[in-house]
């Protein structure tokens, strides 16, 4: 996106807010984002992602239809790429924030994982543990992480949306803390899989790949993937793009095991981690 295009952009934002009689503050706070931040957007200082706008009109309440005819002008930025050395400066915990707000205008999430626990199904433990991994962070940051992360998990219970997971076995056994933080969350798993809007799979190691696991993603209803890299979080709402990572995913829920059998599985591996 030119600079050209950014300032207009920030510029619209600002005068749909204004035409709704809504103040900066207002929808800062609705958008998960600091007034500051969201005054940089609208004066063409800071480059929006697709996540900022989608959760600024979003916050000012526009129509479906003027949404969508609003975020043509940005179809340039349809994918955006953000470095996770830039989301460790603003703060795990505001990154979380956001990925909160994200998922509550969710109603159908689909998410593959062959790196960790996905982060809705991480034990207190587990969490833990991973964020006292490199990079590490400072006592304050981990602890306001730690509960940015755990306070997302509530929408677990929110039984109007649907969540629907698919890990690969060996996530499962991947040494994120002690044995017994690994069993614990082996617990967690099959309780969680218990709820009546929540859908767990498990893609067992002698299974035949039906694809290449390169990469762990989370498809928002049909509108939206986030894909994590080793070195960025990719946010893409190119309608091909979506298709494929939803194709994707049928493939891998495809060759998982689920209900009980994912239960038996995962208990199993959590008999070898206590013993």
């Not at 982060?119 to 587990?126: D, P, R, V």
């Not at 981990?142 to 997971?165: C, G, M, P």
């Not at 002690?178 to 069993?183: E, K």
Request: hydrophobic residues 45%; charged residues 25%.
């Amino acid at each position: 996106m030119s600079e050209e295009q950014q300032h207009g952009l920030g510029t619209a934002l600002r005068a749909l807010r204004i035409a709704a009689d809504k103040t900066a503050e207002a929808i800062a706070r609705r958008a998960s984002m600091s007034p500051a931040k969201l005054s940089k957007i609208e004066n063409g200082r800071v480059l929006p992602t697709v996540q900022d706008v989608e959760l600024i009109l979003t916050a000012i309440g526009v129509s479906e239809a003027a949404k969508a005819e609003f975020l043509a002008q940005a179809r340039s930025a349809a994918t955006e790429a953000t470095a996770w050395r830039e989301l460790r400066r603003m703060g795990h915990w505001k990154h979380q924030q956001a990925i909160r707000a994200i998922e509550a205008q969710t109603g159908t999430l689909k998410l593959f994982q062959g790196q960790l626990i996905p982060g809705l199904l991480q034990s207190a433990e587990y969490v833990s543990a991973l964020f006292a991994m490199k990079p590490e962070l400072t006592d304050e940051a981990k602890a306001k992480s730690i509960a940015a992360r755990l306070e997302r998990q509530t929408a677990l219970y929110d039984t109007r949306r649907s969540f629907h997971f698919v890990i690969c076995e060996h996530v499962l056994r991947w040494r994120i803390g002690a044995p017994a933080i690994m069993g614990t969350q082996m617990d967690r798993l099959v309780s969680l899989s218990r709820l009546p809007n929540v859908t767990i799979g498990v893609v067992p190691l002698d299974r035949q790949m039906p694809n290449f696991p390169m990469t762990c993603f989370s498809a928002h209803d049909d509108r939206l993937v986030i894909v994590e890299t080793f070195h960025s979080e990719i946010t893409t709402r190119d309608p091909k793009d979506v298709q494929v990572y939803l194709s994707t995913f049928a493939q891998f829920d495809a060759v998982a095991v689920h209900g009980n059998e994912m239960r038996t599985m995962v208990e199993g591996i959590r008999d070898e981690f206590f013993r």
